[in-house]
């Protein structure tokens, strides 16, 4: 969060030249503004004030309701971590899930009546084969499978934000139109 404190080491991280050319202007439209609402005299560019927060957070990206807190400079890397680690510990127990699922068909002997079975009709059999035996760890196996797959992709759209197009989210939602059309639906809704 941006304090009167720590107001000069955020200013310093995005100098802008003087006067401001009008390309940087329409980038960062509130750039070096005060913020009405904390009275913090200068606002950093990709600065904003977060009103379910009440603060001034420097290289805003969002504000999560998951983690009830806003996603900015200083925890930007931790965010994107917590999907990779827990993408790779759904990933892992995915596994777990799979191996206790094959050893339960291996010790009723599943494998030789499939072992008959080619192609479409082997897969679909060893689902069917995999539900029976152990169905409550394979339901699970599959929803921790899927569960994997939404926080790697999510991981990766973050990096690709951040990293490759070098953008948070609140930026590229004013960017692409987003946030106007849900202040416009917001305002139809109030």
Excluded at 73 to 92: D, T
Aim: with cysteine; aromatic share 8%; hydrophobic share 45%.
């Amino acid at each position: 969060y941006i304090t009167i404190a720590s107001l000069k080491s955020h200013l310093r991280l995005y100098p802008l030249p003087n006067p401001t050319p009008p390309a940087v202007t329409l980038l960062y439209p509130n750039a070096h503004s005060p913020c009405p609402h904390c009275r913090i005299p200068s606002r950093p560019p990709r600065s904003r004030h977060c009103r379910l927060c009440g603060r001034c957070v420097a290289r805003y990206d969002h504000h999560c309701t998951v983690l009830g807190t806003c996603i900015g400079l200083r925890n930007a890397r931790s965010f994107a971590m917590f999907f990779l680690f827990h993408a790779i510990e759904a990933a892992h127990m995915t596994s777990l899930a799979r191996t206790i699922v094959l050893a339960s068909l291996a010790r009723r002997g599943a494998f030789r009546r499939l072992a008959k079975l080619r192609g479409p009709q082997y897969a679909s059999g060893l689902a069917a084969a995999a539900f029976r035996a152990d169905p409550v760890v394979a339901v699970l196996g599959l929803v921790l499978a899927v569960i994997s797959l939404i926080m790697a992709c999510t991981f990766s759209w973050i990096v690709y934000i951040a990293v490759i197009k070098n953008e948070t989210m609140h930026e590229r939602a004013v960017r692409s139109g987003v946030l106007a059309r849900l202040r416009a639906v917001r305002g139809v809704m109030a």
